[in-house]
């Protein structure tokens, strides 16, 4: 393995195990979740961009003030 290789998979890691990554990538999970649930109430599929609009509005600050609150206990 070159070190370039070794320097890249390394800076994977740093980036999977960084608390910022985990974070955005629990996000993501609950827009993903969100868009299941309102695409099955619509119907049909209401696609990513709507459902990550739709959550910000009515779900992130709540969510996000959850996360700290069980972070600092």
Same mark, same amino acid.
């Given at each position: ?14 980036? &999977? ?8 990538? *629990?996000?993501?999970?609950? !827009?993903? %979740? =969100? ?5 099955? &109430? ?8 709507? *459902?990550?609009?739709?959550? !910000?509005? %009515? =779900? ?14």
């Amino acid at each position: 393995m070159s070190d370039e290789t070794r320097e890249q998979l390394s800076a994977s890691d740093l980036l &999977k195990n960084s608390s910022l990554y985990r974070e955005f990538q *629990a996000e993501r999970e609950e !827009i993903l %979740k =969100h868009k299941w649930i309102e695409s099955e &109430k619509a119907g049909c599929d209401i696609g990513f961009e709507r *459902a990550l609009t739709d959550w !910000i509005i %009515k =779900h992130r600050s709540k969510w996000r003030k959850g996360r700290q609150a069980s972070a600092h206990h």
